[in-house]
């Protein structure tokens, strides 16, 4: 079982994401199961720009006020995922698309306010179950999981990618986990890939101040993961970094 993440700039560019999409599509034909999870801040941010909404960050979160999350719940369970569906579906794979709150794929609690700043419907996942994406695999379906969670009282909330990602693997008990993104991996403080870390070094590494912006919830996701039994994680479109537990 291997859970892929997309995310970053590559989801912007149909070139990249092609290029991407027919390497998933290669493993798959070879008889891998795979799960395609996904992000999509850019389209997110655009959806909100046309509907006149500011963005507003804090701590590297999305602040989502009531009218965010609607924003963000058709960007990525509607666009985004019917995006990646389609494009499956073109390369001759049969792919369905769902959402993190079906099937209690992703669930979450709301996050604490930071700072004192509310950041309203965001989640800090919790945990998750695998049933409904292992029943997808069973019938021959490759599963594309956007991240909106299931919150308190049937709430939805907005999660981060890349924790949804791990969280999904690790339902999964997935052997490998992937981040395929607009980064070649992590870099060190000359600006070269580290090609290989163990647990502790990812935890040397969050401590540093080489480590910032996207990548520092990506190793806190990947050391998360790797600590509930994720074999290996990789960063990266191709080579880039890989983690592992010891």
């Known amino acids: 079982m291997n859970v892929i993440k997309l ?7 149909p070139l990249r994401r092609a290029r991407a999409l027919s390497l998933i599509v290669s493993r798959w ?21 046309k509907a006149g909404i500011a963005k507003k960050t804090y701590a590297g979160l999305r602040i989502t006020d009531d009218a965010t999350l609607q924003i963000v719940v058709s960007v990525l ?12 579906s073109a390369m001759g794979v049969r792919a369905a698309g769902i959402s993190g709150c079906d ?14 700043v509310d950041l309203g419907n965001v989640g800090r996942v919790t945990g998750g179950s695998g049933l409904l994406v292992k029943a997808m695999l069973n019938y021959g379906v ?35 986990l992937h981040f395929i ?21 990812v935890e040397t590494m969050l401590g540093s101040p080489v480590v910032t912006g996207g990548m520092k919830p990506k ?28």
């Open 7 to 13: 995310g970053g700039s590559l989801l912007d560019d």
């Open 29 to 49: 034909n070879a008889g891998e199961d795979i799960v395609l999870v996904h992000g999509g801040g850019k389209h997110i941010d655009a959806a909100l720009a």
């Open 77 to 88: 369970g509607g666009q985004v995922n019917k995006m990646l569906v389609a494009e499956l």
């Open 103 to 116: 099937g209690g794929t992703l669930v979450a609690e709301r996050h604490e306010a930071i700072d004192g």
């Open 142 to 176: 490759m599963p594309v999981v956007s991240t909106i969670a299931l919150g308190p009282n049937g709430s939805l909330l907005n999660v981060n990618a890349d924790a949804g990602a791990a969280a999904v693997a690790v339902a999964l008990g997935a052997s490998t």
């Open 181 to 201: 993104t607009d980064v070649p991996g992590l870099l060190d403080d000359d600006g070269h890939v580290v090609p290989h870390l163990d647990a502790k070094g």
């Open 219 to 246: 190793l806190q996701a990947a050391l998360g993961a790797l600590q509930a039994g994720i074999g290996k994680i990789s960063i990266g479109e191709e080579g880039g970094t890989t983690l592992v537990a010891a």
